[in-house]
């Protein structure tokens, strides 16, 4: 997976920040937007596999992937070989308005990824964000109806549609005034901190009665809604995973009144979970899958698939200049090859590895509440006290902020969750080091605790 000439575990050499990084650091508070956020000073001059290098030369063990998009790593050699070879040949000429070769083989290609014997098509966007957009575009063009249910929790992108059905944080909502209308959120099956103390395979069966008896009779006629959308396993909410019986009861729901089940593969998708679809563990069929991030290794590209039946729609009914772009299509096609041919089944195998290296860890460190997820999509919520549940969202921070200054990037998830998404080409010496690394860090947090 990794040459011998290249290095696979970290290598620090300066003092955190280096001198470069603290310039660049300085820079860009000077000229770039405040609403980025940066949990610590990394910044990234090269990549390769699982290593990132910084501009002053130290190399940090990623377990972020670039927020689960480095799916095949960095800079993996057939993605970098493809994207230059079509760099060299045609750069744009947007697939809205003429044919690309690659759009369809891309297509084709992942579609057959999906569930069901239905035949697919797919539409290609720049971001996860413009995937869910046209989601919601297709759910009420399909069914000529306006109202959209979604999660708490969930994660759904930025631009003002896909907005309205976040609900992740208040932050990202505050200041922007009124969203889409006729979007209503229900809460999503948290099973560790489910009030009713069920399982993590049955918890959401009050969520469904909710839904029936509340959302439909009071609120909105089923008739009405366009469609529902939920994330398999949610990503900025913590890495918490829907339960099988809860999407198979959820669709069942969908197709009884005629709703489109959407399901926001954007972080989970893309073979992250060892499937190449989280919704397959639960082994449904969606009306609409949304994908983005791991998609392309690192390229701007996000997709929609649905049932030809259900994309039906007439030209000028939605379009895209940039989406579908040669050099991403290129680099999308590299990176199924490589995620079917290697890191499809490597996911699943370094992700068994993993969660039997943390199975212990709420007995072996108090502030450790709950470890879960699928494959290598891992969250680890970080608690004050195991009894009361009580969140501790600053020793997480703590944590993470730990990691980095010992070679180890990783992100939080939700309010208190560490999250563990690393480049799906990881192996047991690399994950052994992160496993390493992190008890030495929450050994510290929990001294804070």
Request: net charge neutral; with cysteine; aromatic share 8%.
């Amino acid at each position: 997976m990794i040459t011998t000439m290249e290095t696979k575990l970290p290598r620090l050499i300066t003092a955190l920040p280096g001198p470069n990084a603290k310039r660049v650091v300085e820079s860009d508070t000077k000229f770039m937007s405040p609403s980025y956020t940066r949990d610590y000073p990394l910044v990234a001059k090269r990549g390769h596999g699982a290593i990132v290098e910084d501009v002053d030369g130290n190399s940090f063990l990623d377990f972020a992937a670039g927020i689960a998009v480095c799916s095949t790593g960095h800079c993996h050699p057939k993605v970098v070989a493809a994207i230059q070879r079509q760099a060299a040949e045609l750069i744009h000429m947007s697939g809205t308005d003429f044919y690309y070769e690659s759009m369809p083989l891309l297509a084709e290609r992942l579609v057959n990824t999906l569930s069901g014997a239905a035949p697919k098509k797919a539409f290609f966007t720049n971001s996860g964000a413009e995937a869910i957009e046209g989601a919601i575009k297709l759910a009420r063009y399909v069914t000529k109806r306006d109202k959209m249910i979604a999660f708490y929790g969930c994660f759904h992108g930025r631009t003002m549609g896909a907005l309205s059905l976040t609900a992740s944080k208040s932050t990202q909502r505050k200041g922007f005034g009124a969203l889409l209308s006729g979007v209503e959120h229900i809460p999503f099956p948290y099973a560790y901190r489910c009030a009713l103390g069920h399982t993590a395979e049955t918890c959401g069966a009050e969520i469904l009665e909710q839904l029936e008896q509340q959302i439909f009779k009071r609120l909105f006629d089923p008739e009405e809604v366009a469609g529902i959308i939920i994330e398999p396993i949610q990503g900025e909410g913590g890495y918490v995973v829907a339960p099988n019986f809860f999407l198979q009861e959820l669709q069942r729901i969908c197709r009884k009144h005629g709703i489109m089940f959407i399901a926001d593969e954007v972080q989970s998708g893309m073979g992250r979970t060892g499937k190449w679809w989280a919704h397959q563990f639960a082994g449904i069929e969606p009306d609409i899958v949304c994908s983005a991030k791991g998609i392309a290794s690192g390229m701007p590209l996000g997709a929609f698939f649905a049932p030809a039946s259900i994309m039906n729609w007439k030209p000028g009914s939605h379009g895209t200049t940039f989406g579908g772009n040669p050099v991403c299509i290129a680099a999308a096609l590299a990176t199924a090859e490589v995620i079917e041919s290697q890191y499809l089944e490597n996911a699943r195998r370094m992700g068994e590895y993993l969660f039997g290296r943390l199975a212990e860890w709420t007995k072996k460190f108090k502030i450790v509440g709950d470890v879960r997820g699928r494959g290598l999509m891992i969250g680890i919520e970080i608690v004050r006290d195991q009894r009361t549940k009580e969140k501790a969202a600053d020793l997480r921070n703590a944590i993470v902020e730990l990691a980095f200054y010992k070679g180890l990037c990783i992100l939080g998830a939700g309010e208190n969750t560490i999250r563990l998404s690393p480049p799906l080409l990881i192996d047991e010496e690399q994950a052994d080091f992160a496993v390493h690394i992190l008890e030495e860090c929450i050994r510290e947090a929990e001294k804070k605790a």
